[in-house]
């Protein structure tokens, strides 16, 4: 695909700093806008977020600043809680992870009840963070200290599982809580069980170092993952290797995340380069990308809930591609 070929944003949304990282929640709000929360130094703000594509009568996007909360230390990662909701008493759950090497489990009612949670344990830089699904009573989390680790809601550590590198990405089954993926840096994917607390299963990048990992959870069987240039997808049913791999991006790729949307369609970007970062839409039964995108000094990467649109957070900006299906 030729360079002239980059799509600008479908959509952009104007922010006070440096977005370093923004998440959809990949769960209902109870009302009709999509809860979206972006951090970065010292900060995360949450909003909501409502497109043209689900009503008609706004155009383009429209974005309401719920709550801006302050943060002690850069914020490298965020996830959000199933029980966040607006409907009735609205509330919100989200834990980050920050520079200082520990999680805050935040939960405000979005008026004057506000409380922060602080979560230590982990040695060294934490990678990417999880709540389980179903009930949001527990979070994962996995560190460049060769651990992930699993905590209850009041802070406490229930379980360690040991890697042989650092854990890169961590993903919770969809219905089985007893289910948890950890990628690991030097390239292996593993499945634990967490009530035996060993592994169940394993796949094999057959390189490194793996950067980022997904679990397709509209459909099980299948993860995905980029590791240097290339991007890797695998049928767990098959084997441990992967099915499907191809180059993606040039200068190392970053990012790995399947839409909620549509189980074939998945976002890869490169690494940050000097002056921007590539974006690629690739669809399972395509060769080439469906879609390239680029921003300035674009960091995180999430999905849409329920449209095939996605978001990238950049230097004072939200940036949102919608793919056309």
């Known amino acids: 695909m030729q360079e002239d070929s980059v799509r600008s944003p479908s959509y952009t949304v104007a922010c006070d700093d440096y977005v370093h990282v923004v998440e959809f929640s990949p769960f209902s709000s109870g009302v009709p806008a999509s809860l979206l929360a972006y951090g970065g130094n010292q900060y995360v703000v949450v909003g909501t977020c409502f497109f043209q594509e689900e009503d008609m009568d706004i155009e383009g996007v429209e974005f309401n600043v719920l709550r801006a909360f302050h943060h002690e230390a850069r914020v490298d990662a965020l996830a959000w809680s199933p029980e966040s909701r607006l409907d009735r008493i609205p509330k919100i759950r989200f834990c980050t992870a920050a520079a200082d090497r520990r999680l805050r489990l935040l939960t405000s009612d979005l008026q004057d009840k506000h409380e922060v949670k602080v979560m230590e344990g982990h040695t060294s830089y934490i990678n990417h963070l ?44 969809p219905e089985e809580v007893f289910k948890l993926m950890v990628a690991e840096k030097k390239g292996t994917i593993r499945f634990y069980d967490l009530v035996a607390h060993q592994a169940i299963l394993s796949l094999d990048c057959g390189q490194s170092p793996l950067m980022s990992a997904d679990w397709c959870l509209t ?12 991007w890797l997808i695998w049928d767990i049913t098959r084997s441990s290797y992967p099915q499907e791999k191809r180059p993606a991006h040039k200068d190392k790729a970053r990012l790995f995340k399947w839409s909620r949307a549509n189980e074939n369609l998945f976002a890869t970007t490169g690494c940050p380069g000097k002056i ?23 960091s995180g990467l999430s999905w849409h809930r329920t449209l095939p649109l996605c978001v990238i957070g950049c230097d004072r900006k939200l940036c949102f591609w919608m793919t056309e299906m």
């Open 219 to 230: 459909n099980t069987i299948k993860v995905g993952a980029v590791a240097g240039n290339d």
């Open 130 to 173: 999880v709540f389980e699904p179903t009930e949001g009573k527990q979070i994962a989390s996995v560190s460049d200290d060769h651990t992930c680790r699993v905590w209850d809601l009041d802070g406490n550590e229930s379980t360690t599982l040991r890697l042989c590198s650092p854990g890169i990405s961590v993903c919770w089954h």
């Open 276 to 298: 921007s970062s590539q974006l690629l839409i690739h669809h399972l039964g395509h060769p080439q990308p469906v879609m390239i995108g680029s921003a300035s000094v674009g």
